[in-house]
């Protein structure tokens, strides 16, 4: 038997729940010489990284910062600044990482009300009006946007409104919706939204871009502590960030290069474009899986263009598949997680996987795969179906 070498690593196509393709501009970026982390060229990548962020976030909040870490450290980053013990938190839980959000709120010492919803639904307004009704000084409303543990793409509107009323901030986690579908925080009433790079922004993962807004600011101003986590202390971050320059941590100086690039790329292709690619790619995916008889999770009308969580065929073994998929195709696909392990798949079609040419690769290698595992396809029909969506949207 042949062992297969780990190092240097397979080409994958890689339509999980992230990471997802890089664009070789971002790899090439990434291999460029090193500057220091307070080089004048470095400061001028930090301002551009700024500016393309607080567009692609739509706002002008001053801090909008890519965090050092992933998506999790903007979840972190964004409830330890916010949350003092003691502190009422509501937090929408309607997947894993709304139970994320809801566990990182409890170890600030906050007092935690989980409004939840079954696993791929979205969350009810109305609960979680009662919720806030029942708190004395609710200092916080978290949500999750776009849920990739289920493939649902949560309202936000309703939400908004409501921690207005109540006074709240609202926070939103917006890892898998950020460059795929419209994210607009200043026009939503957004307080504080984070996100992660290997997912729709397509770079690698290692940073998190996060924005704080004035209101949330003056929150932080007026904390009756520190705030526990000296690492992701905002307060601390925008003296390297602003205009004191204060050296805090080294930043990741080539991650900040892929950051830039690949937000150079989504500025040349333009948000609507991009989420109209999205949501196209998204359709003829959905339509070849709707031949096949295979049905989605989540919730319908509020399906992710990014993620699409979808049932295992009855009786068919999930894992061999995945495995049928990666080792004859190079495709990756995610597995389901929690409650919707081994009963779901997650097809990932985030940022530069958002492809017409990835969907119908995948759809053909399923077609492939499938009959295999006992489950009867007619050869073609996901292919074709898709076709048919493709062909449209050209017109
Ligand atoms: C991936 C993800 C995270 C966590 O990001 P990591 O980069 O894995 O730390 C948080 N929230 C959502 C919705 C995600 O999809």
Redesign the pocket.
């Known amino acids: 038997m042949v062992r297969q070498q780990s190092f240097p690593p397979p080409q994958r196509l890689l339509l999980g729940?992230?990471p997802s393709m890089v664009h070789p501009r971002v790899l090439q970026a990434m291999s460029t010489p090193l500057v220091g982390h307070l080089d004048p060229a470095f400061l001028t990548i930090m301002e551009e990284n700024k500016r393309l962020l607080r567009w692609l976030f739509g706002t002008a909040n001053e801090i909008t910062i890519p965090i050092s870490?992933?998506?999790?450290?903007?979840?972190e980053t964004s409830l330890v600044n916010l949350l003092e013990p003691g502190d009422e938190a509501i937090v929408c839980v309607k997947?894993?990482?709304g139970q994320?959000?809801a566990e990182v709120a409890r170890r600030c010492g906050a007092q935690v009300k989980e409004v939840q919803a079954p696993w791929g639904r979205i969350v009810d307004a109305a609960d979680v009006r009662t919720a806030l009704r029942g708190c004395r000084k609710p200092k916080v409303l978290a949500v999750?946007?776009?849920?990739?543990?289920t493939g649902v793409l949560q309202p936000l509107a309703d939400l908004a409104t409501l921690a207005r009323e109540h006074e709240a901030l609202f926070v939103v986690?917006?890892?898998?919706?950020l460059g795929g579908h419209p994210v607009r925080v200043d026009d939503w009433g957004i307080d504080v939204a984070?996100s992660?790079?290997?997912?729709c922004l397509s770079a690698p993962?290692g940073l998190?871009p996060v924005t704080v807004s004035p209101a949330a600011l003056s929150v932080i101003h007026q904390r009756r502590q520190p705030v526990q986590s000296w690492y992701l202390d905002v307060s601390l971050l925008s003296q390297y960030w602003g205009t004191e320059r204060v050296y805090h941590h080294t930043a990741p100086i080539s991650m900040n290069y892929a950051l830039l690039e690949a937000l150079r790329l989504i500025e040349a292709e333009g948000l609507e474009a991009r989420w109209q690619r999205h949501k196209r790619n998204h359709e003829a995916l959905a339509a070849g899986l709707n031949a096949l008889g295979i049905e989605f999770a989540s919730q319908e009308g509020h399906r992710l263009w990014t993620?699409n969580c979808i049932g295992v065929p009855e009786g068919v073994d999930e894992t061999g598949v995945r495995r049928a998929l990666l080792d004859e195709f190079g495709i990756e696909i995610g597995a389901g997680l929690g409650p919707f392990k081994g009963r779901t798949w997650r097809i990932g079609l985030m940022g530069e996987s958002s492809t017409a040419a990835n969907v119908l690769a995948v759809l053909s290698a399923l077609e492939c795969v499938l009959p295999r595992f006992g489950f009867r396809v007619e050869a073609g029909i996901a292919v074709a179906a898709a076709q048919r969506v493709l062909a449209q949207a050209k017109d």
């Open positions: 729940p992230g870490g992933t998506g999790s450290a903007g979840m997947g894993l990482f994320r959000m999750v946007h776009a849920e990739t543990s986690d917006t890892v898998t919706s984070y992660g790079t290997q997912k993962p998190a993620l």
